[in-house]
């Protein structure tokens, strides 16, 4: 059976676009999970999400996999980009519809 670390990585390595958030994309649990998700909607991305809610372990797991202590936490291709802070001046930079555009739908 595989541990939380070999489940979280499993995720992102299966997954161009993996969102860790509070709830899911339908109904998000908190303001920086529901701006996370639309940002990605805006940007027409095909993404998962994972709910930290309903999986503790996962939520602590992916603080430590990322070495970040909050979520939303977002994956792309592999890569570790940020909660939705950062994920909101890629937006408005471009910078993440660029990394996003990339990916099929």
């Known amino acids: ?3 939380t670390q070999e489940i979280i990585k499993n ?3 299966t997954n161009d676009v993996v969102l860790y958030m509070k709830g899911n994309a339908q109904f998000p649990q908190c303001g920086f999970s529901s701006k996370a ?3 990605l909607k805006a940007c027409n991305a095909k993404f998962i999400t994972v709910n930290v ?3 503790p372990e996962i939520r ?3 603080k430590e996999f990322s070495n970040w202590p909050t979520i939303p936490q977002l994956y792309i291709k592999g890569n570790f ?3 939705s802070d950062i994920m909101t001046e890629m937006y ?3 910078e993440l519809q660029e990394l996003l555009k ?3 739908a």
């Open 1 to 3: 059976m595989m541990n």
């Open 11 to 13: 995720q992102i390595e």
């Open 37 to 39: 998700v639309s940002l």
């Open 53 to 55: 809610l309903e999986e």
């Open 60 to 62: 602590q797991g992916i």
């Open 81 to 83: 980009i940020g909660g």
């Open 92 to 94: 408005e930079s471009g």
């Open 102 to 104: 990339e990916i099929p």
